[in-house]
Structures are given as structure tokens and as C-alpha cells.
């Protein structure tokens, strides 16, 4: 699948040296296009990353659950870190008010996820299973906001 940011790319350089899309018309089609296909693909990795925290959920349940768990923290930090990447970007290209304090916001669910996640595995650590589902919580009010808050993109369920 061809990225957002790589149909971004604008094509030409006009005379002046700016780069420009081929044609007026077709700049603006394409920026619907761009926007659409970051849209899309923002709708996936929210989903993806819903499924994760599902999955981690699951596994407290599991033979292995503090394993599982890590494993699950691990690549749910790693989503969303895409997912924030993304939107960050849509938001900047879009020239969002907002887009700074959102990437903030996003910067900080992170820290909190990679904190978590670096504090349960050091030798010494005393995090139990509930904390490291707990670790999620900040991310999932964010994420359930932006969805409540109609931001545009269609629920995960």
C-alpha cells in the first residue's frame, strides 16, 4: 500500500524552484486523495491497536501471562507509535490548531506506555499483571475521546 506521506510527495519544481503537484486541479484531487488515504489507514491502526489492548487483556488469563503481556506492551507501544506518527502528521498537513498540543498528548501516553513497559522488565521490578494492563489506560481515554469527540473517524467496533 502507497503511504499518505509518500503520494505527498509534490512532483514538479516550478520555475521559481518551489515544488508544485503537475497541475492545479490535480493537487487538489490529489490532497483529497492524500487526506482520504491517511484517514483510512489512521481508522486501521486505531483498530489494530484496540485489538492489541484486547489481547492483553486476554492474556492475564493465559499459561503465561506475564510474558504474554510484555510481549503484548511491547508491540502496543510500537503501534502507537505509528498510530501518533500518522495522525501527527495528518494533523500538521491539514494545519490543525491543535496538531501541537495533540502530538504532545501523544508524546506523554507514550512515555507513559515505554516507562511502564521498561519498568517491568528490569530484574528488580515489583509491576504485577494489573499493572501492566493499567499501563493502557491513559492511551485508551485518548482514544476513546477522539472517538467520542467525532473526530472523524468511524469507531473500531
Known amino acids: 500500500m502507497i503511504s499518505a506521506m509518500e503520494l505527498a510527495e509534490p512532483r514538479t519544481a516550478s520555475r521559481s524552484g518551489v515544488l508544485e ?11 483529497a486523495s492524500i487526506d482520504s488515504i491517511a484517514r483510512n489507514e489512521i481508522v486501521e491502526r486505531r483498530r489494530y491497536l484496540l485489538r ?4 492483553l487483556h486476554q492474556a492475564v488469563d493465559g499459561p503465561r501471562p506475564r510474558r504474554e503481556a510484555l510481549r503484548l506492551l511491547a508491540r502496543i507501544g510500537e503501534a502507537a507509535e505509528a498510530l501518533y506518527r500518522l495522525e501527527d502528521a495528518r ?3 491539514r494545519r490543525d490548531p491543535c496538531a501541537g498540543e495533540h502530538a504532545l498528548q501523544h508524546r506523554a501516553i507514550l512515555a507513559d506506555l515505554f516507562s511502564a513497559l521498561e519498568s517491568a522488565t528490569r530484574p528488580d521490578t515489583h509491576a504485577s499483571l494489573v499493572d501492566l494492563v493499567h499501563a493502557t489506560d491513559a492511551m485508551l481515554v485518548h482514544e476513546f475521546s477522539e472517538l467520542q469527540a467525532g473526530d472523524g473517524l468511524e469507531s473500531p467496533y
Not at 52 to 55: K, M, P
Open 91 to 93: 494533523l500538521v498537513a
Open 21 to 31: 503537484f503537475e497541475s492545479p486541479g490535480l493537487a487538489a484531487d490529489r490532497g
Open 52 to 55: 492489541l489492548v484486547r489481547d
